[in-house]
């Protein structure tokens, strides 16, 4: 029987598909479903650093910050009532899944600010989460805030929620900074157990009819897979933290991709989410399948089998491809 097992944030899990943060891990039944579809790990739904805001103040906190704005803009933010999940639910759901399943689970936070991580970092963790997974997603919008300015909260909230809790942490990355390789070498020095590539940001479309924001939710596909490989490929080797990949997996072609790339888990969300999760199983088994049918003895064997590391000169085989790729359009 083929060997899938790997080691993700510390933990020696029997093959690397995870569901990554979604509706599925906000609903008990489905969690259960999950893990009966043999689930390595679960990540829980994200905890919103504005519903903490809004259980304490009784409203969202940007829609204070911008009570100046125009209605239109503050229909952008949701209703304190609109959120799935308050702080005191989501850590009485932690404890429960916690005590109903076999598997690690990973909690969530999603935030911007030092303030909106550090009480609840501990308060999950106390729940009983094996691990949380900071969501940083931040929109740098002020044209007065520096990069480097953005990657300093970043990384000072990384410190401060691993001097706050003795569980591992992951980061869930954007890939939108200026250096991803870079900002990746410095949460490994901060102490990130795992960094996960990449966070989607969810663009809004435009009415101009009605001279509104849209906002449409669009899965991913495997075409989103590419970005994830070429940064998990440039990564693998060079950071201590386990790598994890997210959007665009979908098929056991696609993980094996992200394996190969040195991904150590492979989180999947809208193919459950299209599929149902009896999926996870049809990717494992066909993961399992196609080591087997190549040759491989093991998935230890293939990760990070196609990774720059593996490449004399990352920059010129970059650049290399880049001008080989642009001379394959004929012009007819």
């Known amino acids: 029987m083929m060997d899938l097992s790997t080691t993700y944030l510390g933990f020696r899990l029997p093959h690397p598909l995870i569901p990554g943060a979604s509706p599925l891990a906000a609903d008990f039944d489905s969690i259960l479903r999950l893990e009966d579809a043999g689930a390595a790990a679960i990540v829980l739904p994200s905890l919103f650093e504005e519903q903490i805001t809004a259980d304490a103040l009784g409203s969202v906190h940007h829609m204070q910050v911008h009570e100046d704005a125009h209605a239109e803009a503050l229909s952008y ?5 609109e959120y799935a999940m308050g702080p005191d639910r989501y850590l009485e759901h932690v404890r429960r899944v916690r005590a109903a399943v076999q598997v690690p689970v990973i909690g969530s936070l999603n935030g911007t600010s030092r303030a909106g991580w550090l009480d609840y970092a501990r308060l999950i963790q106390d729940a009983g989460a094996d691990a949380i997974e900071l969501n940083f ?5 002020d044209p007065t805030e520096s990069g480097a300015a953005v990657e300093q909260r970043l990384l000072d909230v990384v410190r401060e929620v691993k001097a706050h809790v003795s569980i591992p942490v992951a980061v869930k990355l954007s890939p939108f900074f200026s250096s991803v390789a870079n900002v990746a070498q410095q949460l490994d020095q901060a102490g990130a157990d795992g960094l996960v590539l990449f966070n989607r940001f969810y663009q809004p479309d435009i009415d101009p009819e009605a001279l509104e924001a849209v906002s449409r939710l669009h899965l991913s596909d495997s075409h989103e897979l590419l970005l994830r490989l070429r940064w998990l490929a440039i990564l693998s080797g060079h950071v ?8 665009g997996v979908h098929t056991a072609v696609d993980a094996v991709k992200a394996v190969m790339s040195g ?5 999947m969300v809208a193919a459950l989410l299209i599929h149902g999760t009896s999926h996870l199983t049809a990717v494992r088994d066909g993961l399992s399948q196609w080591l087997e049918e190549h040759e491989y003895e093991s998935l230890e064997q293939a990760r990070g089998s196609m990774s720059l590391l593996r490449c004399p000169d990352p920059e010129a085989f970059e650049r ?13």
């Open 137 to 141: 997603y931040h929109v740098a919008t």
């Open 263 to 267: 991904a150590h888990a492979v989180q």
């Open 240 to 247: 201590r933290a386990s790598l994890g990949a997210t959007g």
């Open 77 to 81: 933010f949701p209703l304190a009532d």
């Open 320 to 332: 290399g491809n880049y001008m080989k790729i642009l001379q394959t359009w004929k012009v007819r």
